[in-house]
């Protein structure tokens, strides 16, 4: 739960942390003041864990809680794991977002300018919020 918590502090998504024992449940947020539910960030969350071999499910009426329920056998070098794949992930979702909303302000997905860290022409996510 501590390690949790730091990256709360760290990333914004991270709207609680709530479980007793090895349950725990992540609550994933768009913002801070609505709380609204990161459903489509949660869902690539849970994806990019399962190629690192991590396998986790999402909960909730929004479908934004991270479940955790390891086995009785997981470790604390299990927990760091999967913490740093975890911190890695949100770090590159922000890091994609930032890019998103830069390429968003600039003249950017005409044919000859597809948005670089997309790979996409910008009319084709103008309607996403957030840009896998």
């Known amino acids: 739960m501590e ?3 730091q990256q709360k502090a760290k990333h914004p998504i991270i709207g609680d942390i709530r479980g007793v024992g090895l349950f725990i449940g992540v609550d994933l947020i768009k913002d801070e ?3 609204t539910p990161a459903t489509k960030e949660a869902d690539y969350l849970v994806s990019r864990l399962k190629e690192n ?5 999402t909960d909730g009426p929004g479908r934004n809680v991270l479940k955790f329920k390891p086995p ?6 299990n927990v760091q794991r999967v913490v740093a794949k975890l911190d ?3 770090t590159d979702m922000e890091e994609k977002l930032r890019s998103c909303e830069t390429l968003r302000s600039q003249p950017c997905g005409s044919p000859t300018k597809p ?3 997309l790979g996409k022409n910008e009319a084709s996510h103008s309607n996403v919020q957030w840009c896998p």
Do not use: G, K, N, Y
Request: glycine share 0%.
């Open 3 to 5: 390690l949790l918590r």
């Open 33 to 35: 003041a609505t709380r």
């Open 53 to 57: 071999h991590i396998l986790l499910s």
């Open 72 to 77: 009785m056998c997981f470790s604390l070098d």
């Open 88 to 90: 890695a992930i949100l």
């Open 115 to 117: 948005c670089p860290s």
